[in-house]
């Protein structure tokens, strides 16, 4: 179990834990499983409605993960809200954004918690071993009044960035030989 912490600017917020529960199903998937604790009457709750890739997630309530590979500057991002999802490659920090192929096999969740299994591997280079991957878990939390809260595994110096290398505060060891 990971637990999220806010970062150290946020103020009221009405979210105060979040844990993440996180699995590595076999050499290319992903299971997550994020749950928030707190006053949630005062959460804006995601989208439950509408379903599919859908952009500017992180702009209110979601959950996000961030996957690089050891080694690699590149990385991919991952944005889950509801049952909306977005995944998106950088080739470097901040750089050569471009949209993922990197779809969720499942999602599901409700108000307070959401659980999703990816396909983080497809990115990496096939040619290659399963490597160890450097993980950052992130959350974005909108209360009802617009206030947004922003909670990661780890806070680098300065204002709230997932995409800051320190972000990537998780190793996932490669997966067992077969």
Known sequence: MHVLTPHPTTG???????????????EIGLRLRYQAFGDLSRLRAPDFENHGRTDGLWRSTCFEAFVKPEGDKGYLECNFAGLQ??????????????????????????VDWLSVEIDPGRFARPDLPAPAWRIGLSAVIEDIGGGISYWALAHPPGKPDFHHPDSFALTLPPPEPA
Do not use: K, N, Q
């Not at 490659?89 to 901040?94: G, H, K, V």
């Open 85 to 110: 999802w977005a995944t998106y490659r950088f080739t470097d920090y901040r750089e050569g954004m471009v949209e993922a192929a990197v779809e969720p096999w499942m999602i599901e969740g409700g």
């Open 12 to 26: 009221s917020t009405p979210v105060d834990r979040i844990e993440v529960e996180i699995e590595r199903l076999g």
